[in-house]
């Protein structure tokens, strides 16, 4: 599972405070033994991928870092006040509160309390940061937790090397350059309480994204 098939819009729970069901219940209705592996990437780095992304086809150039803060700004400003009269979990699937930015899905701890209750230890949530820098380790995790038979390792990374893949992104984030300081210590306090929140309920630090 990744980020954008764990978060559903409310339009889709008319009449509901919180939605009452989620993917992670149609899944586990379906197949409730799949094995279920999460990779979460940091919150900050993973908006303005985003950001950056969904505007390459659309005046790619017309978006600069100081036009990403004001962005940030004002979705921050929304969530805040959706806080203010409703539940963290119904703002968290709410696309009222946070649409151009999505800034609500870097809040995992919203979503993956209901994969890893209803998948219990047949969850696996990794970082983005630990496969880059340990693919092979990370992978060799993956195949445990799926059950899957443990490839040879120098096979298995030889096979890595020869398949890894330009980021198509990259290009986007050249263009558009670095974020603004101000607007990466915005973000990183925003998230912070949610990713200290996530790495106690997952019970690992490396989910901080320090």
Known sequence: AVVS???????????????????ADLIHTVT?????????????????????FHHKNN?????????????????????????????????????????????????????????????????????????YSDTVGTMLKVYNHIGLHEPDVADLTEFIDKSRTKNSNTANKEVFGQMLEKTRELLNNFYEPYNIDLADYLGDSKFLFK
């Not at 339009?11 to 069901?21: I, L, M, S, V």
């Not at 409730?32 to 950056?52: G, M, Q, W």
Request: neutral net charge; aromatic residues 12%; contains cysteine.
């Open 59 to 131: 005046n790619a150039k017309d978006i600069t870092p100081q036009t990403f803060h004001s962005e940030v700004q004002k979705e921050i400003e929304n969530f805040h006040i959706c806080l203010k009269s409703r539940p963290l979990r119904h703002c968290c699937f709410s696309d009222k509160h946070s649409q151009k930015l999505r800034i609500a899905v870097g809040i995992y701890i919203c979503f993956a309390t209901d994969w890893a209750q209803l998948f219990k230890e047949n969850f696996l949530a990794i970082t983005l940061k630990e496969y």
């Open 5 to 23: 098939t764990q978060s559903t819009g409310e339009e889709r729970y008319p009449g509901y405070e919180d939605p009452p069901y989620t993917n």
């Open 32 to 52: 409730p033994d799949a094995k279920v592996v999460v990779i979460f990437r940091n919150p900050t780095e993973r908006l303005l991928s985003n950001y950056v």
